[in-house]
């Protein structure tokens, strides 16, 4: 079964609007969870490092204020979409490591669609 | 910096049939390399993994070689099922958790 919860699976939205993205490991702590966005026919391109307790940190050229990241316990990262605009819409996916380091898989989630409108 | 090229698809083939998805890559240092499935409505899945140079990874009868000499990771299956229809990805860890992707290579099986 799924280890990762991602919620929700699609969300349609107006720009200008805010979308709530949530990531839960559902049997294991993670003090690490990855967000990944992908653009159709594209790779997974990583956005940014969810640390749990501490601020996120961002890969080069993600707007920091426009995806604004908590990972407030061990148990649940999210990802919220500020002010979206058509532009955003893309798949996002997270993913989480029960213990880190190369020995313990990724989990990754289903996916969340965003569609602005 | 670290990247993954790997060949586009559609890649449609008759049961039975033999498998290979190209991945090539570049690093620096010694990477660790993946290969991720995603079947149609599903989260991405680990198929196999190989950490070090001439190590094999090897799963549900998919196998891939890690080849530091031609920095490849070519995926395959001596025998493909309809059931293995989905999108694989080949990806590099540079000793983080931190992954870096292919595009993603979407195989059709066929009976």
């Known amino acids: 079964g799924a280890v990762v919860s991602q919620h929700p699976s699609w969300v349609i939205c107006k720009s200008g609007t805010s979308v709530k993205i949530e990531c839960r490991s559902l049997d294991f702590q993670a003090t690490t969870m990855f967000w990944y966005r992908q653009f159709p026919k594209q790779s997974l391109m990583l956005m940014a490092t969810s640390n749990e307790g501490s601020k996120a940190t961002y890969e080069q050229g993600v707007e920091k204020d426009k995806f604004l990241i908590n990972h407030a316990s061990l148990t649940l990262s999210t990802l919220t979409v500020t002010s979206a605009h058509p532009e955003d819409s893309s798949f996002y996916i997270c993913s989480a490591s029960r213990a880190g380091g190369m020995d313990s898989p990724l989990h990754f989630g289903n996916g969340t669609r965003l569609t602005v409108t | 910096g670290n990247s993954v090229t790997q060949m586009e698809g559609p890649v449609t083939l008759s049961e039975e049939a033999f498998l290979t998805i190209n991945c090539t890559y570049t690093?620096?240092?010694?990477?660790?390399l993946f290969w991720y499935v995603q079947y149609p409505g599903e989260g991405l899945q680990l198929l196999l993994k190989?950490?070090?140079?001439?190590d094999k990874g090897s799963n549900k009868g998919f196998e891939a070689t890690y080849r530091k000499e031609t920095t490849s990771f070519h995926l395959e299956k001596g025998s493909v099922q309809v059931s293995d229809s989905a999108v694989y990805f080949c990806?590099?860890?540079?000793?983080?958790?931190?992954?870096?992707f292919g595009t993603g290579t979407r195989l059709q099986v066929f009976p």
């Open positions: 690093a620096t240092g010694y990477p660790s």
């Open positions: 990806a590099l860890s540079g000793g983080t958790d931190k992954l870096i």
């Open positions: 190989a950490t070090k140079a001439d």
